[in-house]
């Protein structure tokens, strides 16, 4: 097996892990099995990772990548604020819908860490990397279309990051794809409402 910078595969090993947790559950889930999903050796995981929680960690701010990425470049400057934000929520939703198993490992994730005596700080950093990610989103198209904001920026964020958690487990949950198109609509006058276009 050819040998990887230390950042590529603990990116391996978090992409492994991601799959293994998918699959099995979190508790289910072993050192030794990501390590096998990965194809590497179990003293490899441990060069890579001092604890499970440095792995959890890992896994969390990767899937939030993941999905990050897609909606950075759909929300590109369009011809109307409400056609930029719609495009926003589009990628997301269809990131959730295409899919769900990693979405719904997140609250898996959540409810693991909170249950786990020591690993409560995983599941506050999850959801202030959701705030944080809302910020950069938000920045990124007032940067670019020169929005101002009747709510201050870390009060939407944080009710971004609500709100689409909260339809993320309605949707997980009721799996209603024909519902959503008017959600998403309703969503987008919404948060369009909450912004002065110079």
Known sequence: MPRLPSAERRRQLT???IR???RDGVPRTTTRSIAAEAGV??????YCFDS???LIESVITTITGHYVTVVKEAIRPRATLEETVRAGFQAYWDHV???PDEHMLTYELTQYALRQPGFEHLARRQYELY???YTELIDQLRQAMGLRLRVPVPVLARYL?????GLTLNHLVLGDDSAWTGVLDMVTAHVAGLVHEN
């Open 131 to 133: 705030a944080e990610t």
């Open 97 to 99: 819908r295409a899919h």
């Open 20 to 22: 293994a947790m998918a």
């Open 15 to 17: 992409e492994a892990a």
């Open 161 to 165: 990051a609500a709100m689409t958690d």
């Open 52 to 54: 499970k929680q440095q």
């Open 41 to 46: 050796s179990l003293s490899v995981f441990h």
